[in-house]
């Protein structure tokens, strides 16, 4: 019997150190001290936003000037054009392929020569390959391939001159290098 109450007692005393262990000062003095000291510094003010500058609109008068990323019209072509006086597309004409895609969306990627017939290869917007020739049409704007060699095709387009008339435009597809 007295050895189950000096168990008992064993037991008591244990918990009791153990809980006031656990329990005793802050194990997080530090922390606890820099929070108040942080808390105790003035308050800072935040700076005001900055005024807004409005924004001007930059007026780009040169749009009705040749864009600097087209290659310039060679001589030969200008007089080539220049003869027709009643110039308008054929929309009786049964429309190619590639006339559903805009010009800019095509890309010139290789040529090649069957027979004595050079051949230029198209790639459309869609990642398919085309073989067309002098002759053929291509582009939204009635755009006929009037000459072909390995580095380029020269296309004559039909567009609208604004009023009621039709005017030819020359544009050029060009192979386009990895490089550049």
């Known amino acids: 019997m007295m050895l189950s109450v ?17 329990g005793g000062g802050s194990a997080y003095r530090d922390i606890d001290l820099f ?6 510094r003035p308050v800072g003010q935040i700076p005001p936003i900055p005024p807004f500058k409005a924004y001007k609109a930059f007026n780009y008068s040169a749009s009705g000037l ?7 019209v060679e001589a030969k072509q ?29 890309r ?8 004595g017939v050079r051949w230029a290869l198209i790639r459309d917007s869609e990642n398919s390959v085309h073989r067309v020739r002098r002759g053929n049409f291509l582009g939204r ?5 009037i000459e072909s060699n390995e580095n380029h095709i020269v296309i ?19 192979i386009k290098t990895s490089d550049g």
């Not at 168990?7 to 009791?16: D, E, G, P």
Request: hydrophobic letters at 40%; aromatic letters at 6%; proline letters at 4%.
């Open 78 to 106: 200008v007089a080539r054009l220049s003869g027709s006086a009643s110039v308008k597309p054929d929309f009786n004409r049964k429309q190619e392929y590639l006339e559903q895609f805009s010009l800019d969306s095509m």
């Open 141 to 145: 704007n009635h755009g006929r391939i």
């Open 108 to 115: 010139m990627v290789g040529s090649l020569e069957i027979d």
């Open 35 to 40: 929070m108040d000291e942080t808390k105790a």
């Open 156 to 174: 004559i387009e039909i567009v609208s001159d604004g009023a009621e008339g039709w005017v030819e435009r020359p544009r050029t597809l060009e």
């Open 66 to 72: 040749r864009s600097p990323f087209v290659r310039p």
């Open 6 to 22: 000096v168990n008992k007692l064993t037991v008591v005393i244990a918990a009791s150190i153990f809980l006031s262990a656990c």
